[in-house]
């Protein structure tokens, strides 16, 4: 979960926020780190590019991105269901 | 009678100190290189951290500039937003287009193509400022800086606002710097900051910055000048013709060469470029002080804006500061203020300045 903390900082170029400063379960959209819907399309790219995981279904949306946990516990079972 | 353009607040941001306030250019930044870049001062003063994180560079220091103008002429709120730039965000058009590149079209996120946009700092400004009036972008090349000064006139003139915020700014990106050289616009070697203007070789050094203005109807109790007319002139065959555009230009604004007190000319240090300005003197001001502001902010297509700047600043101050005179000694009273700038020998304008007592 630290190297996606670091991953997201670092794509969408979060300013004075520290991978230390971001919790865990905490939501990521509005309340959280504030994101908003630009921020949900590069989160989009960000699984892509790093763990070539396509999103089938855009209404799995909100309970992926819901926050960090929710978003390395996706990555986790995709990648078990690819091996 | 023809209704009064005043100058109710300026602000700029540039390679020299200009955002920080104090003595006119009293700190120099001396340089000795062929790009300049912006003296960027704390944009979170004005913008929050949620929101700096998209903004590249050019779109920090249009909205810095434009706050600091606003600040300046004690306003929140303009009427009406008008910006002035020729190459726009191209910081993050760099990022977008290099990305298509190296992704073969793929993956490529939404960040750095909607900030690439030229509109993208007028637009920014009205957020921030939660304007929703009239808002418009010029890019016209050399040009884009003074019509959209043409425009904020012509509107403010109509009487469809009464304060409007007006500004000209260009970035200078790795990309741009790589482009534009190949076409031999800047010098080979560095040179000094207060060398360039004597300087006898061809090209330039580049620069950047944005400066805004609140322009009103209305002076307010600090407002130092007018702006008493502007003018634009498209590739003159010869230099016979720009001469002749001054003196009619003079002429339609009640005044004659012998009315400037001071002449605040565009030399950029290019010996090619810096001819016609030769020309221009010899035949209309040949005793006049004359100023000087491209060895300051480098050269780029909407300059002018940093001269406007520098004028309304010597117009405050009724004194021109050492660094920026280029020939003779200003008088003891600075009444009319005459900006004669052109970029690239093919767009030249006129801007000219009248003290408010």
Redesign the interface.
């Known amino acids: 979960m630290a190297d996606l903390k670091k991953q997201i900082i670092e794509q969408l170029n979060l300013q004075e926020v520290t991978p230390e400063s971001i919790s865990n379960d905490e939501p990521l959209f509005k309340e959280g780190l504030g994101l908003d819907s630009i921020d949900a399309l590069e989160l989009i790219v960000l699984l892509q590019q790093h763990y070539n995981i396509r999103i089938a279904n855009p209404e799995q949306g909100p309970e992926i991105f819901y926050s960090i946990r929710s978003m390395a516990e996706f990555i986790v079972a995709q990648q078990t269901a690819k091996a | 009678m023809m209704l009064t353009i005043y100058i109710n607040g300026t602000g700029c941001i540039s390679p020299q100190e200009t955002a920080a306030g104090g003595p006119l250019l009293a700190n120099l930044r001396e340089y000795e290189q062929v790009k300049l870049a912006t003296v960027d001062p704390d944009y979170k003063q004005w913008i929050d ?2 929101q ?3 903004m590249s560079r050019v779109v920090k220091m249009g909205v810095g500039a434009a706050n600091l103008s606003l600040q300046a002429a004690g306003i929140t709120q303009p009427d009406a937003i008008v910006t002035g730039t020729a190459y726009g965000c191209l910081d993050d058009t760099g990022v977008f287009l290099t990305k298509m590149v190296n992704q073969q079209e793929e ?5 750095a193509f ?1 900030q690439s946009t030229h509109n993208t700092v007028g637009g920014q400004i009205a957020l921030l400022l939660g304007c929703n009036g009239y808002n418009n972008t010029f890019v016209h090349r050399g040009f884009s800086f003074e019509n959209a000064l043409l425009d904020t006139v012509m509107m403010l003139r109509e009487g469809s606002a009464q304060n409007i915020l007006v500004g000209g700014l260009d970035e200078l990106t790795p990309h741009s710097y790589q482009i534009l050289s190949r076409f031999g616009l800047y010098k080979k070697e560095p040179v000094k900051t207060m060398e360039l203007l004597k300087s006898p070789t061809r090209g330039t050094i580049a620069g950047e910055g944005a400066a805004f203005f609140t322009l009103g109807t209305q002076p307010e109790q600090h407002t130092v000048a007018e702006l008493t007319g502007i003018s634009t002139l498209y590739k003159p065959m010869w230099e016979g013709e720009v001469i002749g555009h001054i003196m009619k230009f003079l002429e339609d604004n009640n005044c004659t060469p012998n009315d400037i007190d001071l002449l605040v000319t565009g030399r950029n240090g290019d010996i090619d470029q810096d001819d016609i300005y030769e020309e221009v003197v010899e035949a209309l001001f040949p005793e006049h002080p004359e100023a000087s502001f491209k060895h300051l902010c480098g050269e780029y297509p909407t300059a002018a804006g940093f001269g406007m700047w520098l004028a309304n600043s010597i117009l405050a101050d009724q004194a021109v500061p050492d660094v920026a005179m280029f020939y003779g000694k200003a008088p003891r009273s600075i009444k009319k203020i005459l900006l004669y700038n052109h970029h690239q020998g093919t767009h030249h304008s006129l801007i000219l300045l009248s003290h408010v007592e």
């Open positions: 951290v949620k700096i994180r998209r993956m490529l996120t939404p960040t909607i």
